[in-house]
């Protein structure tokens, strides 16, 4: 009969095995917790105190136990240490400063060792398992990935993706989609995190990049670089939206993505739920892209406004709410495709906010430059809009416009000059009057009347300034329209928004504003080193 120490390392060996197997584990990782295990239970015979170790023959089962020890002259640690006396009855030749072995026989290997040697295997699996898990599906963000739902917890999907689990998130999933343990699932990968209890895989059906996966797999032309999908936004379950161009002129990129009768975008519809996709050409001028992607509604004009990065388009009146779309879905679409903020207008709006403009405009004029109408009119009807036009523009600018001459040009500039020092004059008394500092106005940039908005969101001094971020300072709220748009916290626009200022400009005025802060610590350090 076998005695219990083989057939516990028999036991040990078979488990060894069948979990490196089973799991897909190295061997070497199961044969080291093994040999751990046993390490444990031989401290736990020989005492705590001793440095032993075990070797395991993989291959005969067979078990080495030794326990190492330095040699020193004088003994202070008679667990760990032994003289030269003794060391050279352990190996000789040894010398003081010398690591030796001192073999150990083996320990017997009781039912609650064994036990305990099983579980230290099975964590160290676990471990390796979850490190394979990771290396596997790490560099696999953005691909899509299919799997059988294992569970439904909270609303969050728990997917079985063979060897991994990954989780479709309540806002990442199609609305209205029902889901039942056993469906299988196609979904994108999205991000693959390492946590402690394993790799957390987050996938997504909701994304947009899940939408042009699945073109790119029913599409040739696409998965083979022929037509690219430049731009794409969704409205999960509901509508969508795709830009696409061809690198191949004998391709129609809105055909090839449609397919014969429908046939490759309906694959893509059902597989997301009955969405219905708005395939577009994509262009490089802005106008044209924004009439395409307004689409099925018909844009009379497009007016682009760089510096605000927005849009404002005019529709018939018969088309504002094909072109707002229900709940504002088409516009929203529309600027999530393009990237810009659209404001959605009709003819007789658009008319009327000219009229304003130019009423008020006219109207500015004829008090700041002390011009009658007629010649304040006539500024508007030529495109000149504020003062500092006037002022700065080549005087041949408004020489030519018919009725004027060079004197009349050269007084108007002079006129406007001198109003834009009184309205600086103004801007600097209230800004004291605010108890904004002058250093303030010492600053790059920075005119009477932005100080005066600075002073009435409470920044006075250096150091309010200093404190800011450059968005704080400087960012344009972030919108899609007026009409249907759902407004995000982070769109809170900066102080001076309003101003045009870029980011570089922001920078250097705060980076101006915390120099002082730079020469206090030299004077410290200077103050110190004289010490």
Not at 15 to 27: F, L, P
Not at 277 to 300: H, K
Not at 328 to 355: F, H, Y
Not at 424 to 442: C, I, K, M, P, T
Request: charged share 35%.
């Amino acid at each position: 009969m076998a005695n219990p120490i083989s057939a516990n390392k028999a036991e040990l060996l078979a488990i060894a095995n069948a979990v490196a197997s089973e799991k897909m584990i190295d061997k070497a990782i199961v044969v080291e917790a093994l040999e751990e295990a046993i390490q444990r239970a031989a401290r736990a015979r020989y005492g705590a105190e001793n440095d032993i170790r075990a070797k395991l023959d993989t291959q005969t089962g067979d078990l080495r136990l030794w326990r190492v020890v330095e040699v020193v002259d004088e003994v202070e640690d008679y667990f760990k240490q032994v003289d030269l006396k003794q060391a050279d009855k352990l190996q000789k030749g040894a010398k003081v400063g010398d690591f030796i072995v001192d073999p150990l026989p083996p320990v017997d290997l009781g039912r609650i060792d064994a036990q305990s040697a099983k579980q230290v295997i099975f964590q160290k699996v676990r471990d390796a398992e979850r490190e394979r898990q990771y290396e596997e599906f790490k560099d696999r963000a953005g691909e899509i990935i299919t799997g059988v739902v294992k569970s439904v917890e909270f609303g969050h999907v728990v997917v079985d993706l063979g060897r991994a689990e990954g989780v479709i998130r309540r806002d990442q999933q199609i609305p209205r989609e029902a889901v039942r343990t056993g469906d299988r699932v196609r979904a994108l990968i999205m991000k693959v995190q390492r946590e402690n209890r394993g790799p957390q895989i987050l996938l997504s059906r909701a994304h947009p990049d899940f939408m042009r996966k699945l073109f790119a797999q029913e599409v040739p032309e696409i998965y083979d670089g022929v037509i690219e999908i430049k731009a794409a936004a969704r409205d999960p379950g509901s509508r969508a939206k795709i830009g696409v161009i061809s690198y191949d002129s004998s391709i129609d990129p809105v055909g090839a993505c449609v397919g014969m009768k429908g046939s490759r975008v309906q694959a893509v519809v059902q597989e997301m739920q009955g969405e219905k996709i708005d395939i577009i050409p994509w262009s490089e001028d802005a106008a044209t892209f924004i009439v395409n992607a307004l689409q099925p509604a018909t844009v009379s004009r497009v007016v682009i406004d760089e510096d605000e990065n927005r849009i404002e388009v005019v529709v018939p009146d018969d088309q504002l709410s094909l072109a707002i779309g229900r709940r504002g879905q088409n516009v929203r679409l529309a600027s999530q495709l393009t990237g810009r903020g659209i404001d959605i207008m009709t003819e007789a709006e658009s008319s009327e906010k000219r009229q304003k403009e130019f009423v008020e405009r006219s109207e500015m004029f004829q008090n700041e430059l002390d011009v009658d109408e007629t010649l304040a009119q006539l500024l508007v009807a030529e495109g000149f809009g504020e003062l500092e036009e006037v002022a700065y523009v080549a005087a041949e600018e408004i020489a030519v416009i018919e009725g004027f001459d060079e004197d009349l040009a050269a007084e108007l500039q002079s006129r406007a000059l001198e109003a834009l020092e009184r309205k600086e004059e103004a801007s600097r008394a209230e800004r004291r009057e605010l108890g904004v500092e002058d250093a303030l106005a010492e600053l790059p940039h920075l005119t009477e009347a932005m100080l005066v908005t600075l002073g009435q969101a409470g920044v006075k001094t250096l150091d309010d300034l200093a404190d800011l971020a450059t968005d704080e300072l400087i960012q344009k709220a972030r919108g899609e329209s007026r009409r249907g748009d759902r407004k995000r916290a982070d769109d809170k626009p900066g102080i001076l928004a309003s101003y045009g200022l870029s980011e570089e400009q922001g920078n250097e005025i705060i980076m101006a504003a915390r120099a002082h802060w730079f020469e206090d610590e030299e004077d410290a350090i200077a103050a110190d080193t004289s010490q």
